[in-house]
């Protein structure tokens, strides 16, 4: 396999290739392993290494097409040298790849790399959420002001803080410090229909059932134009309350996701016309467990959550976003949550390597799994096992590759987050 250590190599083949990818690692447990894939030539691979370092060898299989043979023998043929290595456990892989960066060639490749993984990097600082160890958070939010950064909030065992890229790994270094890692990412999750004809609310209206002594707070990320319709798509009166570190109701540069909350509160108010409305909106989980801690105050009593998180996800109620779930419905809020909008987008199995030593199998003889974007396409590739949640001794890590640039020997994007027997799946 040809080396490639020439950098003006390097930098056409990456400009043949302006892929714009983000990857985020996937915690949650469940049945088999699957892969969540949200945005449709890029490949993706996973790795599982146990404690003894696993050995990469091709097997021959003489039904295999020749290209896609040739990707294989990419694959089997990475050194260890060309795959980011593990680093600071208590450091997300993006984030650590991202300080290497940084120290490397300084803000404007650190940019770069931002862009490219879906960090979003603020002048040389970035928002992180900061785990702390039980009873700790007061320490670890007066660590990260020492250290530069700016704090934002927390709830339970979280601290949210704007934090300079230079001084993550001294953060995750401290005894304070559980894990550093960035938010979770959320997603809108919308389908057109008529739900309010095929549910039958004209004859509920008709019955007299308006929705009137009724608390609905719909929970997004932003409600842009919400104002102009109040009085004729809205309520004449709402309730509108930031939990955005920027204390903003209105997104109007996010296009559909800032007008994400707008729709679905007009569909609440179509379906419960007497109702009080509320529009909350929130950007991290340390706001959304803020948000839900307010509204629990304000009696409501119905939330509408139709955002979607696919790297942690609410499948089995479990987990931070399953606790914040589990608090608002010990308070009697009823909490209704879309469901279902990526069903046809997952590849699910057991765990098997027959092709390359330690290399999942997507297919048989192939432990590839092909995937077309346009440049300037968002993706994002999850991962889910079924580990035991705080044990798991299978070290996972899912890579990014290029066609082109694997044929060198070469990946392009990985998260190698560590699972060592003792800690949370990440």
């Not at 020492?146 to 890229?165: A, I």
């Not at 997004?220 to 109040?230: Q, W």
């Not at 609440?268 to 340390?286: K, R």
């Not at 997507?362 to 044990?391: C, E, K, Q, Y």
Request: proline content about 6%; charged content about 20%.
């Amino acid at each position: 396999m040809p080396a490639l250590d020439n950098k003006a190599i390097m930098s056409q083949l990456l400009a043949r290739y302006p892929w714009r990818v983000t990857v985020k690692f996937l915690r949650v447990a469940l049945p088999f392993l699957a892969v969540l894939i949200l945005l449709p030539l890029l490949v993706f691979s996973v790795r599982a290494r146990n404690q003894v370092q696993a050995v990469q060898q091709l097997k021959p299989s003489a039904s295999r097409p020749a290209a896609e043979a040739r990707l294989v023998s990419g694959l089997a043929a990475l050194p260890a040298s060309d795959l980011p290595a593990k680093a600071h456990p208590k450091l997300e892989s993006s984030l650590v790849q991202l300080v290497e960066a940084f120290e490397r060639e300084g803000a404007l490749e650190a940019a770069s790399l931002a862009k490219g993984t879906g960090i979003e990097l603020r002048g040389d600082s970035i928002r992180a959420i900061i785990e702390v160890e039980p009873g700790r958070v007061e320490d670890a939010a007066r660590v990260a002001k020492q250290l530069g950064g700016v704090f934002e909030g927390s709830t339970d065992n979280l601290v949210q803080v704007m934090m300079p890229v230079s001084s993550l790994e001294e953060l995750a270094s401290r005894e304070e410090v559980r894990y550093v890692r960035q938010p979770i990412r959320f997603l809108p999750l919308a389908v057109g229909s008529e739900g309010v004809g095929v549910s039958g609310v004209p004859s509920w209206r008709s019955a007299g059932l308006t929705g009137a002594g009724v608390k609905v707070a719909v929970v997004d990320f932003g409600f842009t134009g919400y104002g102009s319709l109040l009085g004729t798509e809205l309520p004449s009166q709402v309730v509108a309350r930031s939990f955005r570190s920027d204390g903003r109701m209105e997104l109007p540069e996010e296009g559909d996701q800032g007008r994400h909350g707008t729709g679905c509160a007009e569909i609440v108010y179509d379906m419960a016309p007497g109702a009080q409305l509320y529009l909350i909106t929130f950007d991290t989980e340390v706001e959304l467990a803020k948000a839900v801690d307010w509204l629990i105050t304000e009696g409501i009593n119905i939330v509408s959550f139709s955002i979607g998180s696919p790297p942690w996800g609410l499948a089995d109620v479990s987990g931070l976003l399953g606790d914040v779930v589990a608090k608002a419905a010990d308070a009697g809020i009823l909490w209704v949550n879309a469901a279902g909008n990526l069903a046809m987008q997952h590849w699910s199995g057991p765990w098997s390597e027959a092709t390359v030593d330690g290399w999942l199998d997507f297919a048989p003889g192939s432990p590839l799994n092909g995937l077309f974007a346009a440049a300037g396409d968002t993706m994002i590739v999850s991962l889910r096992w079924d580990d035991p949640f705080d044990g798991s001794c299978n070290d996972y890590d899912l890579f990014i590759l290029d066609p082109v640039l694997l044929l060198y020997g070469v990946s392009l994007y990985s998260s190698e987050n560590p699972q060592d027997c003792s800690t949370p799946p990440r």
